[in-house]
């Protein structure tokens, strides 16, 4: 069974406004959540991350919000520009860092 | 700047033939991964060791081997290819406590 699950998959969203990428996940012993980026043909980039003793992380038109009562993070792009078309993997670990799981990613597609 | 290296992006194997992906990282992590990407099912763990010659079973290890001789290589073996290991292959490195990078990809095809 998938401890880290996104619902949506895919996203489109008009060029300037907000992106919302939602996740979900079940293992409530994940201590760290991170969001990454990946293009066709190309590996997965690091975007942003955020630790369970936080509610929100921010890194320029990138924010990430937390809820840990709900299990649940999302990403926010705002503004969205069409180069943020990827898709945008969810991913969480406990506090030893040595498994990151994943979720099944959102294709989001930004027009122009 | 961070590396991690794979020596294929696009490999066509025959069904039945040993597969060997290699992967190769310059930033002394501790932790390397092997991932498989699907349409639809996201990245699933085949494999990961967190330190030379210590390996551990991912999600999804049947049909696979690695090998971890050198911290900065792991390599994936497939012991004898099949058509469901067609797949987007990712290697990935991480120190303690932080997040991973990923390598380029390899896309295999078994015919």
């Known amino acids: 069974d998938q401890q880290v699950k996104q619902n949506s998959p895919s996203l489109s969203v008009q060029e300037g406004r907000i992106s919302i990428l939602n996740c979900d996940y079940t293992?409530?012993?994940?201590?760290?959540f991170l969001w990454y980026k990946k293009y066709p043909a190309e590996g997965p980039t690091f975007l942003i991350s955020?630790?369970?003793?936080?509610d929100k992380n921010e890194d320029g038109r990138f924010t990430v919000f937390l809820n840990k009562s709900a299990k649940h993070l999302s990403l926010h792009i705002v503004p969205s520009q069409p180069g943020d078309s990827a898709v945008y993997f969810c991913?969480?670990?406990?506090?030893?860092?040595?498994?990151?799981?994943f979720g099944s990613g959102t294709k989001l597609n930004v027009k122009p | 700047d961070v590396k991690v290296t794979q020596s294929s992006r696009y490999l066509v194997k025959r069904t039945g033939e040993k597969v060997f992906l290699e992967c190769v990282q310059d930033?002394?992590?501790?932790?390397m991964f092997w991932y498989r990407q699907d349409p639809g099912l996201g990245l699933r763990l085949i494999y990961f060791?967190?330190?030379?010659?210590?390996?551990e079973k991912g999600d999804i290890p049947e049909g696979y081997s690695v090998s971890r001789e050198k911290k900065e290589r792991f390599s994936l073996i497939l012991e004898s290819a099949s058509t469901n290991q067609t797949s987007m292959y990712l290697c990935?490195?991480?120190?303690?406590?932080?997040?991973?990078?990923f390598g380029q990809g390899t896309r295999l095809t078994v015919v």
């Open positions: 991913a969480a670990s406990e506090a030893n860092f040595n498994k990151f799981y």
């Open positions: 293992n409530s012993m994940f201590d760290y």
């Open positions: 955020i630790s369970s003793i936080k």
């Open positions: 930033m002394d992590h501790e932790n």
């Open positions: 990935a490195s991480s120190s303690s406590h932080a997040e991973a990078f």
């Open positions: 060791s967190y330190d030379v010659k210590m390996k």
